[in-house]
């Protein structure tokens, strides 16, 4: 058997759609997997009922097809299912090393970033990359096409999970269909901020870079409150706020010790919307870490 622990991830970070994501250091899904003639699932922990165990329906189900890789797989979900916080993108990750160890495949964690993106393409409808990548392979990471660019970034962050459902499908049903050029101006400027800061472990300019005014702002008035969230992590000294991934998660930067006062305020604020909600003080973190011959 061989055991597989992969974080969640938050991907855009603002400014880069589709392209930016990072490794947080908590929380994760684990992923144990023995060979079998074919493959069968099981899922238990949160969220556990809204995710199917066909293999055809579940992100590991396409990946053990893509390695040839016929296994029991259990998946035990530390990360809440349509979360904004690459639920589907771990177990896909973490499938995926497993069963290329368990089958001595002997790919890359490189190798299998695409692999693991054939997961996410079941359940999102289109392959990309910025949350199995960072779930693969740790920090901070740039997803070009097939290209991964990774930065090990130093950056503390605060992820606010409120109890709503949003799809990846149905938030990428409104996003904008084209941009002006002040937008597109703005958005790499915003973008390069957010990679510096990520080179320099700066906090500051991470945050700065965050924002965002072509995707985020039509994905925040799917989540309950997020305007008032958004603010009140702001003032209690995070560096930059946005929607995590595809949302309901909000991601905010900030310094190390503001992480307490932070992620009371973003829940205070979900409840006076009428949202329960859970933080995570958490920072960049690594990537899926593997366990042989558990
Ligand atoms: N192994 C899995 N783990 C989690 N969700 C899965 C898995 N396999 C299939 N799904 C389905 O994928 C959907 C959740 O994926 P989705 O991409 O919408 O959310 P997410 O991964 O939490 O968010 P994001 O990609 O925005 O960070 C749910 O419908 C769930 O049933
Ligand atoms: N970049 C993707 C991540 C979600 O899986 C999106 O925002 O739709």
Redesign the pocket.
Known sequence: MVTVRAPA???NLGSGFDVFGAALGRPA?VVRVEKADRTTID?TGY?SE???EDPD????GAVAEALDAPAHIR?D?G??????????????AAAALALNELYDRGLSRRDLVPIAGKG?A???GEVHLD?VAPALLGGFTVATGRDVTVVDADIPLVACLPEIA????D?RDVVPAGATMDQLVYTVGRAATLTTGMCRDDPRLVGKGMHDRLVTPARADLISGYNEVREAALAAGATGVTV????P?VLAACYPDDRHDIASAMVGAFSEAGVDARAYQTKIGRGATLYPDD
């Open positions: 991830t938050s991907a899904d899922v969220g809204f995710i199917p329906a579940n992100t590991v998946i979900k990360i809440r299912p349509s979360s904004g916080l690459g639920s589907s993108g771990a177990s896909a996410e079941t359940v999102s949350n949003i799809s990846t499908r938030a995590s991934g595809a949302g998660g």
